[in-house]
């Protein structure tokens, strides 16, 4: 079953960084686009930041400039470096990949779009 993993958010004060990690585990063949979201109190989803398997990369313009997402394709692990972090930034952080994995049901590898569990972060004087 394949499955993602996040790791890295906790409580840091304004101006401070943080640095997420997002491990894809399970049977997998391929990993496309890896990325993050976050969704705060009360406010819907949003995206922070993508980055495809070639390397181009979409950022959210709140973020531009202060976080940076980087991948490891060997070891199937998205990263996002948060500088310069705001109070606006507190949110619970999602992983997102779309994924070619193996399928228990179908027996055979599928591609799907896979979410994490979150971690929060929490910024805070």
């Known amino acids: 079953q394949v499955q993602l993993v996040e790791s890295g958010g906790g409580l840091v004060q304004p101006g401070g960084s943080l640095r997420l990690s997002c491990v894809a585990s399970g049977r997998i063949q391929y990993v496309n686009d890896m990325g993050w979201y976050r969704q705060a109190p009360e406010k819907p989803r949003e995206l922070v930041a993508t980055l495809a398997n070639g390397g181009r990369t979409n950022y959210a313009d709140s973020v531009k400039g202060r976080f940076t997402v980087s991948r490891d394709n060997a070891r199937n692990t998205v990263y996002l470096q948060m500088n310069s972090l705001k109070p606006e930034d507190t949110a619970v952080y999602y992983c997102?990949?779309?994924?070619?994995?193996?399928?228990?049901?179908?027996?055979?590898?599928?591609?799907?779009?896979?979410w994490g569990q979150g971690t929060q972060v929490t910024v805070s004087s």
């Open positions: 997102n990949a779309d994924i070619v994995g193996w399928s228990t049901v179908f027996k055979e590898f599928r591609r799907n779009n896979y």
